[in-house]
């Protein structure tokens, strides 16, 4: 777990019950898996990419300089097609 302190001055977000100040608040540390395949056709004309982040869609939170942990976007992917003329 690391260390991610949280400071408010107030209840901002009553309905979810947050404390005010954590200075030891701690966030489970997480792995990201990315992948990103890339495809060039024989005559160097197109190229075809495919780009996975966080590739087994695992739930996490930002800690760090924002004053509460962000939860962090899923799975998303991307395909980009490229032609040279």
């Given amino acids: 777990m690391d260390l991610s302190p949280i400071n408010l001055a107030g209840d901002n977000f009553p ?4 404390e005010f100040p954590l200075p030891n608040n701690r966030l489970d540390s997480v792995y990201l898996f990315n992948a990103n395949l890339r495809w060039e056709l024989p005559l160097n004309q197109l ?25 962090q976007t899923g799975r998303w992917w991307k395909l980009g097609f490229n032609f040279r003329f």
């Fill in 15 to 18: 309905a979810q019950g947050v």
């Fill in 47 to 71: 190229n075809l990419t495919f780009n996975v982040q966080n590739l087994f869609d695992k739930k996490w939170f930002q800690g760090g300089t924002t004053v509460v942990p962000y939860p």
